[in-house]
Structure formats: structure tokens, C-alpha cells
């Protein structure tokens, strides 16, 4: 049986949206559990307008909310019952197998590696969010956990990711590739010239090389590995940039007459195509290299990417993830 | 007089493409002279195709061609006859104002140091590209010519950058800004967190601090500051998910009959709007800080973007660009 903690009061449209999706993963997998934790009240309110087996999920109270801008380490420490910090200490004590919340990502990055711990042999611990592809979906890490990294944790990124996307997402041999500003071996920073050799030696990835920023988007590599400055400025342009296109084409198809006519006839066939570039579907940013699993979806997730991602981290679990790092991370460590 | 050498061998459509912006560059212009750098012959066939005033535009003969792959320090030593050592030297010597490019980035950028010089007080010459936004354009600054900048550095590229948005692309006032993963001063890498100060501190620069990069496609800065690398995967992701959504849109309206038909109507109105969303149309990417002005345009520029880079040499140097450079590094060195 896998036990999976939701944060039920974080995000744009909790507790509604939450714990919609922990209601529909439960009624999808016979063989899970899941603790919504948050004000006990609003949340049993809410699970009242759903039907689900009551079995499968249980109520944890949880007083205290975490906001955005509330400074990460002072939150955590001041707000012992808040959800987000009541929701980890299930995952340490064992009660739970992940975490899953939309709520404040400083909170989460930062409780995470306090409260649940690194797992044995990290150095630290990346998020590491899905972004969608022409082809699918690739893995960006790291992408806000740890500024100014080092060498060996891009080579650590570089396996955990690899684990991730082969045993979570099922890509087989999945490919390795560091972000870069050209694609010969001798360009980039200090920090892409130090990680490009300890790439091509470790053992157990697919290393394909350099990645320039324009590949990206194309499906070149598997696991994008940066370090988490860029990594956020990947991630957040990717999101501004689809934005800002999806809303000038909607302007453009309603500035004519003519061109109103067609939008009517193009919109259903266009919505289809869209979806299928928005990485929501696949679930949240796993950030790896914890004792356990914690989760973090978008701000604004609804229950589609809620559900998804607590069904995510019974994938996780049932792959033995955490083993699977630990056994690689070893392994190098014995070189 | 202004006049401005172009590299005729340079970029995906050369000779032809670059020829042809000159001639428009110059039926355009009256008061301005294009000196076509190129393999004589090559150069005066495709000038016959195209009627222009012969006392504006003159043949510099160049005999070699420095291929994108070379190693550009190598190449600039060896090939001293080359299109972009001959239009360079025409800059030093005075003959030329400005060179306009669509060849090797790395060639360019480093003959544009060794051949023309910096300006006075000018630590790094940044490269900055005009991106395309909802509300017009913005200056990425820097872009690819000096990676592991110091703060020192980006404080400059905001005052260069500042004056080139205000006198060439006619800003009043642009708002400066520096990448940043939050939108809070404390946030940040290293680098950030040592430029921050140093930019709130710069005289004559309207600096609004950080910028998210989810807010660059939205026109939330006009001047937005970084170091190479990261300018590098911004101007590169852009282009990749620019490309990506546009390539899946027109995937999406013809995946059905209905579709197909709406796609024909609301073609010509989506053409417009597109249109606004790309960047050539202002002109080349201009390497800042050097003695005289070197600009680079696409490698798959054509007549269009070459004809708007010449125009922009001539604002430039009517503006007196570099002194105002020179004159703002000055007061700040004597502060």
C-alpha cells in the first residue's frame, strides 16, 4: 500500500482543486492512500462534495498556512503546523511514502531537505521539473533548488535525472545532454567545462554532449542537466514565451471578420494540438535525492496535474527510485 | 557621409541576400555609402541583377571566407584576406564607420576586439541582440561575447545597452533590468547579488531591478542585463520555442478538413500578428563598446534584415553613440 501526503491548502485553487485530485487518484489506483492534510474543516467540506472510498483517504489537521512571500526559513520554522511542514513529518516518520504540494516552492525546497533528508550519497538535491517537447517530454535539472553549484552536482544531476526518466517516465537509455552555448565540447562557462569530463566518465548515463537552448524545445536530449539559475530561466521563458505566442495568435485569429470565421473552425483541432505542449499533464517537479519524495506542482494546478502527480510518485515508490539512486550514487562513490 | 562595410560572403544567402539589403539599404538612404566586402566577381554578378546609384555603393575585394566552423582565433590569424578581416581593418583605418555581418559569431566577435578595439573606459564589448516582445523590442545585452562576466561588467552593459535603447531605438528613458530567478533584491546567484548594488548605485540608468524571465516576452524591461551564458540560452530558447508552437499551430489547422478550411481564412490576419513577433525586422545584433560599431545579423538573414542593420549603423553614428559611451564611462570612472 502506498501512502502519499497532499497539501491540501497550497496553491492558487486549494483546498477545491486538491482535493479533487486526490479523489480522482484514488479512484483511479484500487491500491493507494492519501493524507490531505490541511484545516481540517475546509477540507472535510470539501471531500463532501466527492465520492470516493473513504478507506483510501484520511484527513490530517494541519492549523497553520504557508503563504508565497513568506521568507522560506523563518515560515518553516515559526509555522510547526502548517501543511507543508506537518505534511513532511508524515514522509520522515515513515507515515508517508511522498509529498505532494503547490504551495510556497522556497517552503518546500528548504523544508524538504531539513525536515526529510538527504538520501545517502547526495550532495544536493535538484528540482526537477517536466517540460513539454515536440516529441514529449524531457527533464530539466536542476531548476531552483541550489544556486552557484558545483561540478560534481551536475554529475550527480546528470544520474538522478537519468534514473527518473528511465524507471518514472519509461524512456529507455534515456539521453544526457548539459546546456551549453554551442555545441563543440571546448565552448561554455567555467562550470560547463569542469561538469562536460565528469559527464563523460560516469558510469550507467547515456551522455550525448552539449545541448544549445534552441534544441530544447525540439525533444534533443532527455535529461537537460544546468545548474538552477538557468535552469529557472529555462523554465520560466519557456512558460513566457509559449504564453506570450498562444495570446498573439488568439489576437491575430480575432482581428478580422474574416479571420473570426476561421477561428471557429480551427479552435477545436488547435486546442488538441496545444495540450499536448503543456507539461501539466505529466505531473509535478519531483525534487530528487530526498529520503523520500516530495512533489511540488504548479502554483496554479488544478486536479488533472494534482492526480497525476500523486499517481507519479506510486510510480516512484513501486521503481524503488531512492534504491535505485543510492546503488548508482554508491557505485560512483566506490570508483 | 556614412559609410558602412558589409561582409557579402557572411550568412546562409550570401552573396545574394546581402547584396540585395545593401542596394536597398542605400535607395533607402541617399546620404550614405556600402562598401560590399567579397570575392570581387561574385560581389559585382549579383550587383548587375539590381539598379541603384552607382557612386553609392563600391566592390572591396576580399579573396577568403572564414567558414562558421572554424576556430575563430585561427581563422582571424590565417585568413587575412578574408571578408570580415578586410571589413574590419576598413573600421580601424577609418575608411568604414560601422561592419555589418551574418557570418561566424565567434570570428566576429573576436576580430571586432582585436581588429577595431575597445572604446575608452569599455571593459567588455557585450553583444546584444534585439528580441522580439508583445509590446515591441527589448535589448538583450549580453549575449554570447564574454562568458564568466564580473559585476563590474554588467554594470556597464546596462549603461551601453541604456544609451543604445534611448538614441537608436528611440525609448525615452528605457527601464533596466537584470535576470533574476525572484523578483526580490535578495535573490539570485552570486553574480546577481554583486551587480544589484552596483546597478541601483549607476547614474543615468533608469534600473528597475530584478526581471523573472517568464516577463521578458511581455516587454517587462526594455534593457535586460545578463551574463553571456545566460543572454546565449535566452536568445536561443526563444527562438526554439518561438519555432516549436509556431510549427505545431500550423500542424494543429491542418490535422482536419474543418480545421484546414478556417486555417486559410485566418491566415492572412495570423501573418500580421506573427510578423510583430520577429525580431529581424528591427536589424542586426550591434557588439558594443568598440571604436567604431560592428554588427551582427543573422547567419539566415536576408535582404530585409541587412537593409534595416546598415540603417541602424547610420543612426548610430548619427547619434554619436560611442561618444556618448565614452562620456558616461568617463563620469562614472571619476566618481
Known sequence: ????????????????????????????????????????????SELSKHTYNKDQIQVVNATEVIATEEPPVNAIRKKKDSSIVVGLNLVKQGEADAFVSAGSSGAILVSGQVIVGRNKGVERPPLAPLIPTEKGVSLLIDCGANVDARASH???????????????????NPRVAIVNIGAEEEKGNALVKETFPLLKECKGINFIGSIEARE???????????????GNVIL???????????????????STLRSKIGALLVKPALRETLKSFDGSQYGGAPLLGLKGLVVKTHGNSKRTEVRNSIIQCVTFKEQDINGKIRQCLDVQNEK
Chains 1, 2 share one sequence.
Open 216 to 230: 530544447i524545445p525540439h525533444g534533443g536530449a532527455d535529461v537537460i542537466v544546468c545548474e538552477a539559475f538557468v
Open 154 to 172: 551536475l554529475a550527480q544531476f546528470a544520474q538522478m535525472g537519468s534514473i527518473y526518466m528511465e524507471h518514472v517516465m519509461g524512456i529507455k
Open 1 to 44: 500500500m502506498i501512502k502519499v501526503a497532499v497539501d491540501a491548502m497550497g496553491g492558487d485553487y486549494a483546498p477545491g482543486e486538491m482535493v479533487a485530485g486526490a479523489v480522482e487518484a484514488v479512484n483511479a489506483k484500487p491500491g493507494i492512500q492519501v493524507f490531505l492534510v490541511g484545516q481540517e474543516q475546509a477540507v472535510v
Open 236 to 254: 520560466k521563458l519557456y512558460e513566457g514565451v509559449g504564453a506570450t505566442l498562444i495570446s498573439m495568435v488568439k489576437g491575430g485569429m480575432m
